[in-house]
């Protein structure tokens, strides 16, 4: 065949020989080939290559294998059997990604209600420890009151006292004011914890999901109406989801039964006893005595003799549970109390269940057990801040003390200052939270009147005669304070209380002025005091897992 000049022969014989041909020009011959067909036909005579048509054809078309178009079918391989499968890979990569998605579904509920109860505890621990030496003040009296209007004059401490002494919970003789005690300083530990759990700080009504986790009676397992299947779950009630949203606040674990344990049993909710700051070992039980709730760190009386390789401190404990009660020791009036284990969600889905042995944990029958303990302790007072006594808040006076004139002060009865520099009375306007390390306020005013007759006094020292002015080394507690002028009179408590209100032990960032002090010096200040009892005292949070 030819087109434009060009003439071609077969590639293959009707042998099936091969037989690669190329010619340029007008005719079959080639003649009158020009340079450039020339050129050209070397080209091809370089790139052209003989078939090999026995990879493609069969001599017999009909044959199987063979292609009567001349186009070749493509052979069958191994991968051509292997179709479809990738579908089965994903379909079980599906299905291990729910179970990490169940996981991490309920895991993350857990470690949410964990979370929740932690802070409740933590803010309760510290409440409990402040009114350990004292009782609160009126306001918080009333506060904790079961029935506030049962109670025929709430302006009137003695009186609201008495109602307290009068609930049935308390059980306190009339001449037993330690226990009563006791009892208010349990009672206002427990109130703050509600309170961290409330919307509004209205107990009686709570309509919001704030909680300490789903409650156990979320998640149901009933008898199913198929016979085929062993158990059945139900949300809520049962009526559906209707009114499952509209109840949904019912569902949520509040600590509203909790028990003020006034016999200190160790399992208790709340517990007063003794902390060990020198021990290593910080956790709720042993393996041997699981559930036991005993802790190495924790007694409730102080060994004697003492051991001197041991630092007990005085120290409040108050844990929150949610288990099955294995060893009958939640749930137990007056003294523990608890809420069932967080019941699971997407676990409950699973087409597997084994039931456990009676007495033993199921996990998906009684839910993921959850606990959070605190301990709080006192130290030295770090920072307070200013009193306000038409509101009865206590805080800060407007004076400030010479540390030697405050440890050589009597506690038997009042002591009284010549206002100098010993003693000086501030100008009320500048006064302000302060720290400890803070350079002494200057701003003086001799004649004003103190802000109020119960506070904190300003401690101060030169650190040894290295500062100038002084500065604040500690906080006073006074009772009875008041001033003409020319003299500074208060009464001072020889073991210094912890502070009610109104001063931490912590320091959220260090004072600018510790940067003209020597800091070491300063704390050894702090300890020298501390170790006499002179210093005011606040409560921190100790360590109760390691």
């Given at each position: 065949?030819?087109?434009?000049?060009?003439?071609?022969?077969?590639?293959?014989?009707?042998?099936?020989?091969?037989?690669?041909?190329?010619?340029?020009?007008?005719?079959?011959?080639?003649?009158?080939?020009?340079?450039?067909?020339?050129?050209?036909?070397?080209?091809?005579?370089?790139?052209?290559?003989?078939?090999?048509?026995?990879?493609?054809?069969?001599?017999?078309?009909?044959?199987?294998?063979?292609?009567?178009?001349?186009?070749?079918?493509?052979?069958?391989?191994?991968?051509?059997?292997?179709?479809?499968?990738?579908?089965?890979?994903?379909?079980?990569?599906?299905?291990?990604?729910?179970?990490?998605?169940?996981?991490?579904?309920?895991?993350?509920?857990?470690?949410?209600?964990?979370?929740?109860?932690?802070?409740?505890?933590?803010?309760?621990?510290?409440?409990?420890?402040?009114?350990?030496?004292?009782?609160?003040?009126?306001?918080?009296?009333?506060?904790?009151?079961?029935?506030?209007?049962?109670?025929?004059?709430?302006?009137?401490?003695?009186?609201?006292?008495?109602?307290?002494?009068?609930?049935?919970?308390?059980?306190?003789?009339?001449?037993?004011?330690?226990?009563?005690?006791?009892?208010?300083?349990?009672?206002?530990?427990?109130?703050?914890?509600?309170?961290?759990?409330?919307?509004?700080?209205?107990?009686?009504?709570?309509?919001?999901?704030?909680?300490?986790?789903?409650?156990?009676?979320?998640?149901?397992?009933?008898?199913?109406?198929?016979?085929?299947?062993?158990?059945?779950?139900?949300?809520?009630?049962?009526?559906?989801?209707?009114?499952?949203?509209?109840?949904?606040?019912?569902?949520?674990?509040?600590?509203?039964?909790?028990?003020?344990?006034?016999?200190?049993?160790?399992?208790?909710?709340?517990?007063?006893?003794?902390?060990?700051?020198?021990?290593?070992?910080?956790?709720?039980?042993?393996?041997?005595?699981?559930?036991?709730?005993?802790?190495?760190?924790?007694?409730?009386?102080?060994?004697?003799?003492?051991?001197?390789?041991?630092?007990?401190?005085?120290?409040?404990?108050?844990?929150?549970?949610?288990?099955?009660?294995?060893?009958?020791?939640?749930?137990?009036?007056?003294?523990?109390?608890?809420?069932?284990?967080?019941?699971?969600?997407?676990?409950?889905?699973?087409?597997?269940?084994?039931?456990?042995?009676?007495?033993?944990?199921?996990?998906?029958?009684?839910?993921?057990?959850?606990?959070?303990?605190?301990?709080?302790?006192?130290?030295?007072?770090?920072?307070?801040?200013?009193?306000?006594?038409?509101?009865?808040?206590?805080?800060?006076?407007?004076?400030?003390?010479?540390?030697?004139?405050?440890?050589?002060?009597?506690?038997?009865?009042?002591?009284?200052?010549?206002?100098?520099?010993?003693?000086?009375?501030?100008?009320?306007?500048?006064?302000?939270?302060?720290?400890?390390?803070?350079?002494?306020?200057?701003?003086?005013?001799?004649?004003?009147?103190?802000?109020?007759?119960?506070?904190?006094?300003?401690?101060?020292?030169?650190?040894?005669?290295?500062?100038?002015?002084?500065?604040?080394?500690?906080f006073g507690y006074v009772t009875n304070a008041s001033t003409d002028g020319n003299q500074l009179t208060f009464t001072r408590e020889d073991l210094q209380p912890v502070a009610p209100e109104n001063a931490v032990a912590t320091l959220r960032r260090a004072p600018l002025d510790w940067a003209d002090i020597d800091v070491s010096l300063l704390f050894e200040k702090l300890r020298d005091f501390d170790s006499s009892n002179d210093l005011l005292l606040a409560p921190v949070l100790s360590r109760t897992v390691r």
């Open positions: 065949m030819s087109r434009r000049g060009v003439s071609t022969s077969p590639l293959i014989t009707k042998h099936g020989s091969p037989r690669p041909q190329l010619a340029w020009g007008r005719g079959a011959g080639g003649e009158g080939a020009s340079r450039a067909g020339v050129a050209e036909q070397r080209i091809y005579s370089h790139t052209v290559k003989p078939l090999q048509p026995q990879r493609f054809f069969t001599a017999n078309p009909g044959q199987k294998g063979a292609s009567v178009s001349g186009v070749p079918r493509r052979r069958k391989t191994k991968q051509s059997g292997r179709r479809g499968q990738s579908l089965i890979l994903i379909i079980f990569l599906l299905v291990a990604l729910a179970g990490v998605l169940a996981l991490t579904f309920d895991y993350g509920f857990v470690i949410l209600a964990r979370r929740q109860m932690q802070t409740g505890v933590n803010a309760s621990a510290l409440e409990g420890l402040r009114f350990g030496d004292d009782y609160p003040p009126l306001r918080t009296l009333v506060a904790i009151l079961d029935e506030p209007l049962a109670c025929s004059d709430l302006d009137n401490e003695d009186v609201v006292l008495q109602c307290l002494r009068n609930e049935p919970e308390c059980g306190c003789d009339a001449s037993d004011a330690a226990c009563l005690r006791s009892y208010i300083r349990r009672k206002a530990a427990r109130h703050l914890l509600r309170l961290s759990f409330d919307d509004n700080f209205d107990l009686p009504e709570n309509n919001t999901t704030i909680g300490a986790g789903i409650d156990s009676s979320l998640v149901n397992r009933v008898s199913p109406m198929n016979p085929k299947f062993e158990h059945q779950t139900e949300l809520g009630d049962g009526s559906g989801a209707a009114h499952l949203l509209a109840d949904r606040s019912n569902y949520i674990y509040r600590p509203d039964d909790f028990q003020t344990n006034l016999t200190d049993e160790p399992h208790g909710d709340m517990v007063v006893g003794f902390y060990d700051l020198n021990q290593d070992t910080h956790q709720e039980s042993t393996a041997s005595t699981l559930d036991s709730y005993e802790r190495d760190d924790f007694v409730v009386n102080r060994p004697s003799p003492l051991d001197p390789a041991t630092d007990f401190v005085e120290a409040f404990l108050i844990r929150m549970r949610r288990t099955h009660d294995p060893h009958r020791l939640d749930r137990v009036s007056g003294v523990s109390s608890g809420g069932g284990g967080l019941p699971l969600m997407m676990g409950l889905l699973g087409w597997m269940h084994f039931d456990q042995p009676s007495g033993s944990h199921d996990i998906r029958r009684d839910g993921a057990i959850v606990r959070a303990t605190a301990i709080a302790h006192a130290r030295p007072a770090m920072q307070a801040g200013v009193g306000n006594a038409s509101l009865g808040l206590l805080g800060l006076l407007n004076a400030r003390v010479d540390g030697t004139s405050w440890k050589n002060a009597n506690s038997a009865a009042p002591t009284q200052i010549a206002i100098s520099s010993d003693a000086v009375i501030l100008d009320s306007s500048q006064l302000r939270p302060t720290s400890i390390g803070e350079k002494a306020i200057q701003a003086l005013n001799p004649s004003e009147a103190l802000i109020a007759s119960e506070g904190y006094l300003l401690l101060t020292d030169d650190l040894d005669g290295t500062v100038n002015p002084p500065v604040i080394i500690g």
